[in-house]
């Protein structure tokens, strides 16, 4: 199953820009990860699916333009543009693997984004 | 519009089981192309996925808690129930329960969460 590895934090000025990376394990390069935000005290919040050929479907409800992702390789990336106080809040990937009795869903460590 | 609610106890006492209960809104795990999954987070750490139940009746579990857990659908009651035996204070986390919908035959990730509810071994 893949593993998927997050930087445990990151930091942007209010109006920056910010890319936060997810990285899969060797051998899953074709591999769609899902993208949540987590508000402080709040419950994750769906993002975007992305895969190596950018977004899959379509953005979670009231995600503004100002998200977007990318993927390459084993990374899959999410952009935001313009940074608000309100993007604060740990990121998380997502992926499932498998199927059958071998399915699985993992979880990235997480990203905390501090918006300075 | 979709919504989910955690219930359960806000305390449980080590080797006891468990019980929360998922009470959803908005869609109907009678339809196909439909799941509820369940997922936790201990204070301050990561997500991790627990179990998953479609509108089939499939279940699927995490492989490291398989022996442990259990998930039911009453469609009647629009509730997924998920049973988890012999807690133990690492078992202390925000559960979640989230939709999982299949959109153009493609099945998507956790897209509706509800709001967690704080469960503590003690």
């Known amino acids: 199953q893949p593993v998927l590895t997050q930087p445990p934090s990151a930091s942007a000025s209010l109006g920056a820009s910010v890319t936060l990376t997810c990285t899969l394990s060797?051998?899953?390069?074709?591999?769609?990860v899902d993208w949540y935000q987590q508000r402080p005290g709040k419950g994750p919040r769906f993002v975007m699916r992305?895969?190596?050929?950018?977004?899959?479907?379509s953005k979670g409800d009231g995600i503004p333009d100002r998200f977007s992702v990318l993927g390459s390789g084993l990374n899959r990336y999410l952009i935001i543009e313009n940074i608000q106080e309100e993007d604060e809040g740990d990121y998380h990937c997502g992926a499932d693997y498998g199927s059958g009795s071998n399915f699985v869903w993992v979880f990235g460590g997480g990203t905390k984004l501090t918006v300075l | 519009q979709i919504t989910l609610k955690e219930s359960g106890p806000t305390l449980v006492k080590p080797t006891q089981t468990l019980t929360l209960t998922c009470t959803f809104s908005g869609f109907s795990l009678t339809t196909s192309g439909v799941g509820v999954g369940w997922i936790r987070q201990p204070p301050g750490e990561a997500l991790e996925w627990l179990a998953l139940?479609?509108?089939?009746?499939?279940?699927r579990y995490s492989p490291s808690l398989k022996t442990r857990l259990t998930i039911t659908k009453d469609t009647s009651k629009n509730q997924v129930v998920l049973t988890m035996t012999n807690m133990d204070p690492v078992d202390t986390a925000t559960y979640y329960c989230?939709?999982?919908?299949?959109?153009?035959?493609?099945?998507?990730?956790?897209?509706?969460w509800g709001q967690g509810t704080l469960v503590t071994v003690s």
């Open positions: 060797s051998g899953y390069s074709n591999y769609k």
């Open positions: 139940i479609y509108w089939d009746d499939d279940e």
């Open positions: 989230a939709h999982r919908p299949k959109y153009n035959s493609v099945w998507w990730g956790f897209v509706y």
């Open positions: 992305v895969g190596t050929g950018g977004i899959v479907g």
